[in-house]
């Protein structure tokens, strides 16, 4: 099992719910844990990853801060229209760093994975890396 950034394997944030100048969803796949995406509060939260083509994910790992509960939803085609459920999971609240919570995908293929950060445990969430596990 490979643990890599989406950005190495040709992957990029398509959309998200909200967006701070210093702080863009871009930083999610950029593989450091020290630059993050920041929602502007509200519930719920999303963002897109899109592969450069269909990928085998086996899992991801989120580094985050605040997030109470993720949902992850995947699609098998070329645009980001029609997604099905794969999994959610609720994360336990840290307090002074990062959560880092690895979810179980089973080997499923997908041109796109949605995230949706349906609640936190405070107004504002980071998300600071996704890694994926092909």
Do not use: C
Not at 9 to 26: K, M, Q, R, Y
Not at 57 to 84: C, M, P, W
């Amino acid at each position: 099992m490979i643990d890599s950034s989406p950005s190495s394997l040709g992957a990029v944030v398509v959309v998200a719910t909200s967006s701070d100048e210093d702080h863009p969803p871009e930083k999610i796949t950029d593989g450091n844990t020290k630059t993050f995406w920041m929602s502007t509060g509200m519930f719920p939260q999303e963002f897109i990853i899109r592969f450069a083509e269909a990928t085998k994910v086996s899992g991801v790992t989120v580094d985050s801060y605040n997030v109470k509960h993720l949902k992850i939803e995947r699609n098998t085609s070329e645009n980001a229209s029609q997604f099905e459920s794969v999994t959610e999971k609720d994360f336990e609240r840290t307090e002074g760093h990062l959560q880092s919570n690895t979810v179980s995908l089973n080997g499923i293929s997908a041109n796109h994975l949605r995230f949706i950060i349906t609640s936190g445990y405070d107004h504002f969430v980071s998300v600071h890396r996704v890694s994926v596990q092909n």
